[in-house]
Antibody, heavy 116, light 109 residues
């Protein structure tokens, strides 16, 4: 069974940093692209970042230069390092497995609150 | 950049009725790049339809997707109580990598 288990969210001050983790199981991690998607409070879904095949990383313009996507194949873990956080980064963050052009399995979500 | 516009924002229907949800792209896209998701309250989204018309594993056949070019549709043939939630369309492109529509909420009339 494919599972994605997230951790690392919480409350952080404006300008601070957080690292989100997504531990995967039930599939061969290195063979799949992975993504982060966020949902602002009461709003829709916003793509944040993705690994594509060949380990190329992509970022939304809103987080480029502040967020860094990485992964540890040996630990089956995806990371999202978030720096210089602003109030506009407050959201629920989801990791998801990419199956070609769509996201076929999602983590449970982790809330991030950025406050002064 | 492809922008996806979903309509209506909210639709009020009764159980057993047919729901027709629209997703319009700002430019022509390939059908293979269009997916639909369902999101229940307090839960992560889940994949419903990929490639515009293929049901994901375990999705009941009352859900169907269609469309091409700029106009895509998610149809729920007979609404069940658990279907009254929010639906999103999504496009896979190059820049940005993924784009989501604003969502359609299906509420009980």
């Amino acid at each position: 069974e494919v599972q994605l288990l997230q951790s690392g969210g919480g409350l952080v001050q404006i300008g601070g940093s957080l690292r989100l983790s997504c531990v995967v199981s039930g599939f061969t991690f290195r063979n799949f692209s992975m993504s982060w998607v966020r949902q602002l409070p009461g709003k829709g879904l916003e793509w944040v970042s993705s690994f594509s095949s060949g380990d190329t990383t992509y970022y939304a313009d809103s987080v480029k230069g502040r967020f860094t996507l990485s992964r540890d194949i040996s630990q089956n873990t995806l990371f999202l390092q978030m720096n210089s956080l602003t109030a506009e980064d407050t959201a629920i963050y989801y990791c998801a497995r990419s199956m070609g052009p769509c996201l076929d399995h999602w983590g449970q979500g982790t809330p991030v609150t950025v406050s002064s | 950049e492809v922008v996806l516009t979903q309509s209506p924002g909210t639709v009020s229907l009764s159980p057993g009725e047919r729901a027709t949800l629209s997703c319009r792209a700002s430019q022509s896209i390939t059908s293979t790049s269009l997916a639909w998701y369902q999101q229940k309250p307090g839960q992560a989204p889940s994949l419903l339809i990929y490639g515009a018309s293929s049901r994901a594993t375990g999705i009941p056949d009352r859900f169907s997707g269609s469309g091409s070019g700029t106009d895509f549709t998610l149809t729920i043939s007979r609404l069940e109580p658990e279907d009254f939630v929010v639906y999103y369309c999504q496009h896979y492109g190059s820049s940005p990598f993924l784009t989501f529509g604003g969502g359609t909420k299906v509420e009980i009339k």
